[in-house]
Structure formats: C-alpha cells, structure tokens
C-alpha cells in the first residue's frame, strides 16, 4: 500500500498569501493518478485537482498541482477568506488507494 | 444534475447490524465505481473499497476486508456499506463517492453512524 504524507500538518497564513502544499508517496505514483481535495468543516470533500494537475470543473485558476513520482504540490496562489480548510492528497495509481492524513490552512 | 444522496444518521448498539444506502441519480450509475471512505471524528478520509455497479465488481482496502460489505442494486441505482456486528470503533461520518479514473468527482453528503452502548 502507499502511504502519503502530507506537510507541513498545518499552515497559518494570511489572506493573500501564496500556500505551498506537499505530498510525498512512499512509492513511485503510476501515470501521475493524484489528486487533491479540499474539506470544510461539515462538508464532505470536493475535488480541486486530478491527474496531478489538471483542474476540476469550476475550480479556480489560483489552485494548481504539480509534481510526478513520489513528490506532489498544491499551489494556492492568493489565499482567499473561502479557501482556510483542510486539504487532502489521494492516490489512485494502485490498490488501495490511498489518502494523506491532510493539512490544515488556517488564518495566520 | 449528479447527485449521490445517501441514507440518514444512525444511532445503534455494539453488535448490531446496520445498512446504510447511497442513491444515485442524473448519471448512467452502472457506468461509474462507487466507493465508500471512512472519516472518523476529527480525523482524516480512510477509503474503504470501490464497486462496479455494472457488474458488481468489488475491491476492498486490507484495512477493512472483512470489517464491512459492499454491494449495489443497480435496478434501483442504489450502492450499500453493511455491518454484521457494529463496533464502538465504528463510529465516524461514511461518504459515498463516484469515481471517474479513480479520483471523486461526487460525493453523497455523508452517513453519521453512532455506536454506543
């Protein structure tokens, strides 16, 4: 099974500010099966990012993934009030798939 | 519109037995994985397993083979996560969610399960 870890566990910035999320696999990912998900509080998660890097329908341009491999990133450009959540990495490269155990943003 | 609506709370007892429903609707429901992910209180997303209503196909993850049962009715578009012998440890908010490749594009709005004694 991989395991994903997610870093920082949690991230106190402002609004405006630039977000860098990380994601590590404990393997290699195939084709680049990751995506990231975003969840509120009472909310269940949405779908921000799949493919490691291809947006979601609706999804806002100040969100983007990257990375390949082992190593992925969520980027949130500007940091808006909407966006203090906490933030999920799935792989779906290989059974099981997997999450990561998340990373709070939270306003600084 | 997709819209994946799952059954309501459930409170019950150790040792009982529980079904809990996800109705799917506004999309081909034979056409898409169905999964099933565990968040228990204030924790972090644990995905279950995944069925292919179409042919039932199902997968489980090691960590719950055995712990629960996934099955589908696709006569009613309907997908199911069953107990046979409830746990304290049970108790956690389940999500239904369509999978396109493997990432959730849908999610139900979640099933609160209490188990308490």
């Known amino acids: 099974e991989i395991v994903l870890t997610q870093s920082p566990g949690t991230l106190s910035l402002s609004p405006g500010e630039r977000a860098t999320l990380s994601c590590r696999a404990s393997?290699?990912?195939?084709?680049?099966?990751l995506a990231w998900y975003q969840q509120k509080p009472g909310q269940a998660p949405r779908l921000l990012i799949y493919?490691?890097?291809s947006r979601a329908t609706g999804i806002p341009d100040r969100f983007s993934g990257s990375g390949s491999g082992t190593d992925f990133t969520l980027t949130i450009s500007r940091l808006e009030p909407e966006d203090f959540a906490v933030y999920y990495c799935?792989?779906?490269?290989?059974?099981?798939?997997?999450f990561g155990q998340g990373t709070k943003v939270e306003i600084k | 519109e997709v819209q994946l609506v799952q059954s309501g709370a459930e409170v019950k007892k150790p040792g009982e037995s529980l079904k809990i429903s996800c109705k799917g609707s506004?999309?081909?429901?034979?056409?898409?994985?169905i999964g099933w992910v565990r968040q228990m209180p204030g924790k972090g997303l644990e995905w279950m397993g995944i069925?292919?209503?179409?042919?039932?196909?199902?997968r489980y993850s090691p960590s719950f083979q055995g712990q629960v049962t996934i099955s589908a009715d696709k006569s009613i578009s309907t997908a199911y996560l069953q107990w046979s012998s409830l746990k304290a440890s049970d108790t956690a908010m389940y999500y239904c969610?369509?999978?396109?490749?493997?990432?959730?594009?849908?999610w139900g709005q979640g099933t609160l399960v209490t188990v308490s004694s």
């Open positions: 969610a369509r999978h396109v490749v493997g990432e959730v594009d849908y």
């Open positions: 506004g999309y081909s429901f034979t056409s898409y994985w």
């Open positions: 069925i292919y209503p179409g042919d039932s196909d199902t």
């Open positions: 393997q290699s990912v195939s084709s680049s099966y």
């Open positions: 493919g490691a890097s």
């Open positions: 799935q792989q779906y490269g290989s059974s099981p798939m997997t």
